[in-house]
């Protein structure tokens, strides 16, 4: 089963359903929870995650959310050495450095976001949900 590594921006996508954007997210998760894909999200995701769904819904709206949402996601954790990793690296957004060094040092070979402009430099496969999408049907 192929594992991606999921960036926040697109887990916002299915839970807050953004559009146009939540077609394909909604999509992604549902190949997850039908264990076609193995899903990946950082535990610094989930802190993001229920700040912004807190002012949204309310917190325990928000943790409702988050109950559910984590059975279809393996949590990966963000290390000593993956915070010296984003610290480190050339990285404009420190999100985006922690989130792609959690997905290399569990080598996690895919990473789907909405910003890929800020993985230009890297060495793994960052496309968007849409694009693994397409490629994997």
């Known amino acids: 089963m192929e594992q991606v590594f999921v ?11 953004r559009e146009p ?34 002012k949204q819904f309310s917190i ?24 010296e990793l984003a610290l480190s690296s050339g990285f404009k957004d420190f999100e985006d450095a922690i989130q792609y060094f959690t997905a290399i040092e569990n080598n996690v070979g895919t990473l789907l976001t909405r910003n890929l402009k800020d993985y230009k430099a890297a060495e793994i496969s960052v496309m968007t949900a849409e694009q693994f999408l397409k490629a994997n049907r």
Not at 8 to 14: G, R
Not at 60 to 83: C, E, H, W, Y
Request: charged share 20%; hydrophobic share 50%; proline share 0%.
């Open 7 to 17: 960036d926040t921006d697109i887990i916002l996508d299915v839970l807050s359903k």
């Open 60 to 83: 325990g709206q928000a943790r409702k959310v988050l109950l559910k949402f984590k059975t279809l996601v393996t949590v990966l954790s963000v290390t000593d050495k993956v915070i």
């Open 21 to 54: 954007f939540y077609i394909h997210a909604a999509s992604l998760f549902s190949a997850a929870d039908r264990n076609e894909i193995s899903v990946c999200v950082s535990s610094l995701a989930f802190a993001n995650l229920n700040y912004i769904l807190s």
